[in-house]
């Protein structure tokens, strides 16, 4: 089954940018979807198909991917971004296809 | 706008069947592009997707869990549902519904990731 690794935690001082990655085997071919989500929340999708964001989504919020690397970045880091981020792709290459979640990323404003 | 909302049981018992459902309001469960998702996610960890469903029926299921996992649609009620058997104290966790959002191009089926959730709902298996 496809396998999409993050970084535990990354740590940010305010006002910084944020980079937070999720690998996987040519995840450059795959449309890559991120979301935050705060303690007790639901997820909130950030970013969708590599680079999108959603209504009301700042644009400190954005995403690449290519390779065998997916990047969310946040730029002019706040303390309101602290949250777990999680990565997602639809993953068909098996006979049984199915929705991937990284593992998330812990971010930390320091 | 849509919203989702999850409702169920908050406590089921090893070796029984959790039942959940999700109930669409502020919109049609059948119009648009998307499919309807479960995820879980216990204490303290991840996410984890369960499966999905399209209005017409079809489904896809993680592969971890299909033997025991059913997911349904009932479009008179704008509801879709998930049952979980033979559950385990490591089916504990927070229960959510999602809608899948995703179009078709030159390369085939395509996703743009679940743009409305469900606030979640707590499920314990414990006798």
């Known amino acids: 089954s496809y396998v999409l690794t993050q970084p535990p935690s990354v740590s940010v001082a305010p006002g910084q940018t944020a980079r937070i990655t999720c690998g996987g085997n040519?995840?450059?071919?795959?449309?890559v979807h991120w979301y935050q989500q705060k303690p007790g929340q639901a997820p909130v999708l950030v970013v969708y198909d590599d680079s999108d964001r959603p209504s009301g989504i700042p644009e400190r919020f954005s995403g690449s991917n290519s390779g065998n690397t997916a990047t969310l970045t946040i730029s002019r880091v706040e303390a309101g971004d602290e949250a777990d981020y999680y990565c997602q792709v639809w993953d068909s290459s098996s006979d049984h296809p199915c929705v991937v979640f990284g593992g998330g990323t812990k971010l930390t404003v320091l | 706008q849509v919203q989702l909302q999850e409702s169920g049981p908050g406590l089921v018992k090893p070796s029984q069947t959790l039942s959940l459902t999700c109930t669409v309001s502020g919109g049609s469960i059948s119009s648009g592009s998307y499919y309807w998702s479960w995820i879980r996610q216990p204490a303290g960890k991840g996410l984890e997707w369960i499966g999905r469903i399209y209005t017409s029926g079809s489904t896809n299921y993680n592969p971890s869990l299909k033997s025991r996992v059913t997911i349904s649609v009932d479009t008179s009620k704008n509801q879709f549902s998930l049952k979980l058997s033979s559950v385990t104290a490591a089916d504990t966790a927070v229960y959510y519904c999602a809608r899948d959002r995703y179009y078709y191009d030159s390369s085939g089926y395509q996703d743009y990731g679940m743009d409305v959730w469900g606030q979640g709902t707590t499920v314990t298996v414990s006798s």
């Open positions: 040519n995840i450059g071919s795959k449309s």
